[in-house]
């Protein structure tokens, strides 16, 4: 390669890391959070939801190199169940010849894995200095810390620093379609945070920006193909494998970037590599986990560009709609709470963020009419009803962006717990009644006859239960109970409600909302109402049983 060609390449190479967009700064968006909003319990992997970012190839091998340097801390920090006797400590004397000499294998061996890696990912002769290249570095420094303190070390500890290093590199370089056929043969009934389904997510992000530098190194043929063809052809050739396209080098690696779940596009004039969610989930439907298979689709849903602006906001308050209906069908915890973590992410985008202001300092045009078009389309969601009073504060500011972060209160989905099941979440109010229960209670209240309720759940025999209490209407509370509580006689149990003049109705006072309870011993089984309060730690139950199909309240439901 002459002079000036690896001159233009150099700087074609350095215009395409300039051009690597940046992660988003959502720190206005989570300063935004209501103070009161419990903590979640952070992912192992660091995840921008949905924006094309390309994380920048060696940042997750530094980090974890680190924590390889930091497990070595000095003898005296050790626990006691780590400390070697002094029979070990003379049995085995680790010697300065001998780490150099295991480091230089693990110099060797990176370099192995890079060039091994380079040919599966289906890049030209040399981008293999690209892959990863702060392990190196990351290994002298584990070279001079263990070094600094070789009597630290007893035999065992030798033995496992060397294998987690070795471990470390193996799993740097693991390819996308490795883990994808792993999936493919194994069956996870759960997703665990450092199980294969996030490992996946974690090298998909990691290789898209050696991908995405790699193109530089494709100009030349991506501009005879595209003289002899339209953009268009190329890069439909190119998500096909590099099926019928001229260039030999552009079909070695689109059929290496297919095969590891990526795909192209033409933006700005460009070709450029992006992960294809939707085509890995077709690959996996049926044999991944079920709920990983539904992130992986919303996943697909591209709302920002490479520099995480919004490309339609519009689109983002689909994706948010989206996630609100998916995350009430999902049953893994780590999965629902991931999802989670994306809401904060995009409704902060969507509603405090900077992306939402013109140069003026006012709301966009296009910001009030997705903002419209959500409370319009999708009315019954809590996402609109959260958009709606966004919306109504702003509209009062005349739409101007507020000195201070406005207070971000997420749709009322997100404040129920992650825990209860969203099929068992009951959003309403106990108290009033409707017209068409309270025009049941009245039949049931003059003819004390269950067949009235018979179309009724627990939640609303709770109610008419509050309702009765609240009417002091104790003869049609009696009714409503089981025969086989315990209660005492009628008229003892009326007198009795008559002296205390304790109103039932006070127990509601913080309430939010309702869940099915179910039996311990038959979690299918449903044996009362939780009750959710805003500022109370408690969520007392209210017992309910089912006799001859029909819900009647437990006597002291509150017990």
């Not at 009597?151 to 370089?173: M, S």
């Not at 890069?235 to 070695?252: F, P, Q, R, W, Y």
């Not at 490479?306 to 339609?312: F, L």
Request: aromatic share 10%.
């Amino acid at each position: 390669m002459d002079d000036q060609l690896l001159e233009k390449r150099l700087d074609s190479l350095k215009k395409a890391y300039d051009d690597m967009p940046e992660d988003e700064n959502r720190s206005a968006i989570l300063a935004a959070i209501k103070k009161d909003q419990k903590k979640q319990k952070q992912n192992k992997w660091f995840h921008l939801p949905y924006a094309a970012s390309f994380i920048g190839v060696g940042m997750i091998a530094g980090v974890l190199m680190m924590q390889y340097i930091g497990d070595h801390a000095p003898a005296d920090e050790k626990t006691e169940q780590h400390q070697a006797s002094p029979v070990e400590n003379k049995s085995f004397e680790l010697s300065e010849a001998d780490v150099k000499d295991v480091f230089k294998g693990l110099q060797n061996y990176y370099q192995e894995k890079e060039l091994e890696t380079k040919e599966k990912l289906g890049f030209l002769s040399g981008f293999e200095n690209y892959l990863y290249r702060d392990i190196p570095m990351e290994l002298n420094d584990a070279e001079a810390a263990v070094l600094s303190n070789l009597e630290a070390y007893r035999e065992t500890e030798w033995e496992d620093t060397k294998k987690r290093l070795t471990t470390h590199i193996d799993d740097a370089f693991t390819m996308p379609s490795e883990i994808i056929d792993r999936l493919l043969q194994e069956k996870n009934d759960e997703v665990s945070l450092d199980g294969p389904e996030y490992t996946l997510l974690n090298q998909l992000e990691s290789f898209l920006g050696a991908y995405y530098l790699s193109m530089t190194f494709y100009e030349d043929d991506l501009n005879k193909a595209i003289e002899k063809e339209n953009v268009a052809e190329v890069v439909e050739k190119m998500n096909a494998g590099g099926e019928d396209i001229s260039s030999t080098k552009l079909k070695e690696m689109s059929t290496k970037a297919v095969e590891n779940g990526y795909a192209f596009r033409e933006e700005d004039g460009r070709i450029v590599p992006y992960v294809n969610f939707s085509g890995i989930a077709d690959r996996l439907r049926g044999a991944a986990n079920e709920d990983f298979i539904k992130y992986l689709e919303l996943r697909s849903n591209r709302v920002q560009d490479r520099n995480g602006g919004v490309i339609s906001f519009e689109s983002l308050a689909d994706l948010l709609v989206k996630l609100e209906k998916t995350i009430a069908t999902v049953e893994d915890a780590n999965i629902e709470e991931t999802m989670r973590n994306d809401v904060q992410s995009l409704f902060g985008l969507f509603v405090v963020s900077q992306h939402i202001y013109d140069n003026n300092n006012e709301l966009k045009d296009e910001v009030k009419k997705a903002y419209l078009y959500l409370i319009e389309t999708y009315p019954e969601t809590d996402t609109a009803a959260a958009v709606q009073n966004m919306y109504k504060k702003m509209e009062s500011n005349n739409f101007q962006k507020p000195a201070d972060v406005e207070k971000l209160d997420f749709p009322r989905y997100m404040e129920i717990p992650a825990h209860l099941k969203q099929e068992d979440v009951i959003d309403r109010k106990v108290l009033p009644l409707s017209d068409a229960l309270l025009s049941s209670y009245k039949e049931f209240a003059a003819k004390k006859n269950f067949n009235i309720l018979k179309n009724y759940g627990p939640f609303e025999i709770m109610q008419l239960y509050f309702h009765a209490d609240q009417a002091g209407d104790y003869e049609t509370k009696y009714a409503l109970y089981s025969k086989n509580g315990g209660q005492p006689p009628e008229e003892q149990y009326i007198q009795e409600m008559k002296e205390a003049k304790v109103a039932v109705g006070k127990a509601l006072k913080g309430y939010e909302f309702a869940s099915l309870y179910h039996s311990e011993d038959d979690p299918e089984k449903v044996i009362g109402i939780q009750l959710h309060f805003k500022d109370r730690p408690d969520a007392p139950v209210f017992q309910t049983v089912q006799e001859d199909g029909i819900w009647k309240v437990q006597y002291l439901p509150f017990q």
